[in-house]
């Protein structure tokens, strides 16, 4: 049976936000989209749910007071609360407290991890979900890959392979640049590191991220990267994923039914920006045989635990 699951990033809530701030997010409306999003994930009938951080506006840039803080944590929640698959989180440099730079009264309704999280999602499947913020989240909002964090990723990768289940990566931040950028601020920090990490290990097929509020979609050393735009503002929606027996992989982005917020978004932005958002279509729908899945999952040797 094919394995069909939701990627949602980036999704920003703002109790009552003092303004927009930067394009394309749409805060002032954050509790509408929060309000739209979670029937429309529950629509696809997802396997499972991995978030892929900034859940919140804490953490630098958006001056967010520790009441509101507290309560947008209350409220994403209890609107999350009504999802009706099992949700994997990573924490974003937003989700802190934007007065302290803690996680720890996020971590309390959000289940993070301290450094890596394996779940059995689905049979053949399983998630591992990253915090790559074992530092400053306001001086560092792009994490560091750690000696532990590859050492954890590592460890994990060799016993799914031994288990012939695949091995999908949440991480909040990009692995690798876009083309022609240079320098390393865009990126998670010692990001060659990790690349090294995926190429050596074929269990890992996939590589969830967000954070650059941007749709990219490509391959590197047989593994998926799947980057994805934010829900908070244009192209406004998430990705829908199924992995089949055969190795392919369909992904498709689903935007919200919220035409007249999409187009509010839109004119916030040129032309030349939103087609950095959205992605072109290969960026946002796209399906791919990935002989790392094939050869996991040769023989129907499946197994979750």
Not at 253 to 274: P, W
């Amino acid at each position: 049976m094919p394995v069909r699951f939701v990627f949602v990033t980036d999704s920003h809530h703002y109790p009552d936000a003092p303004k927009d701030y930067a394009a394309p997010k749409m805060l002032t409306q954050s509790q509408k989209i929060l309000d739209a999003m979670v029937p429309a994930i529950n629509a696809v009938s997802p396997d499972f749910i991995v978030h892929g951080g900034d859940l919140l506006c804490g953490g630098s840039s958006f001056e967010m007071p520790s009441k509101t803080y507290l309560r947008s944590i209350d409220e994403v929640a209890n609107a999350f609360d009504q999802l009706q698959a099992p949700i994997y989180y990573v924490p974003g440099n937003h989700d802190c407290d934007a007065r302290t730079g803690s996680f720890e009264r996020f971590a309390r309704r959000f289940p993070i991890p301290d450094t890596v999280d394996v779940f059995d999602a689905a049979p053949g499947v399983r998630v591992a979900t990253v915090n790559i913020y074992q530092c400053d989240p306001f001086t560092d909002g792009q994490g560091i890959w750690t000696d532990e964090l590859d050492q954890a990723l590592s460890d994990a990768a060799r016993e799914a392979y031994d288990r012939r289940c695949a091995l999908i990566l949440a991480l909040h931040t990009w692995i690798l640049p876009l083309e022609g950028e240079t320098g390393s601020t865009t990126i998670i920090t010692h990001a060659d590191r990790l690349l090294e990490t995926i190429a050596t290990h074929p269990a890992i097929v996939m590589v969830l991220t967000g954070h650059r509020h941007s749709n990219r979609i490509c391959l590197i050393h047989g593994c998926l990267l799947l980057d994805t735009a934010c829900i908070i503002g244009y192209p406004m929606g998430f990705r829908e994923i199924t992995l089949y027996e055969d190795g392919t992989v369909q992904t498709t982005f689903r935007q919200l039914d919220l035409a007249d917020l999409v187009q509010q978004s839109y004119h916030r932005s040129t032309a030349d920006e939103n087609l950095g958002w959205a992605g072109t279509l290969q960026d946002r729908d796209r399906e791919v045989v990935l002989p790392r899945l094939h050869a996991i999952w040769n023989k129907n040797q499946r197994m979750g635990n």
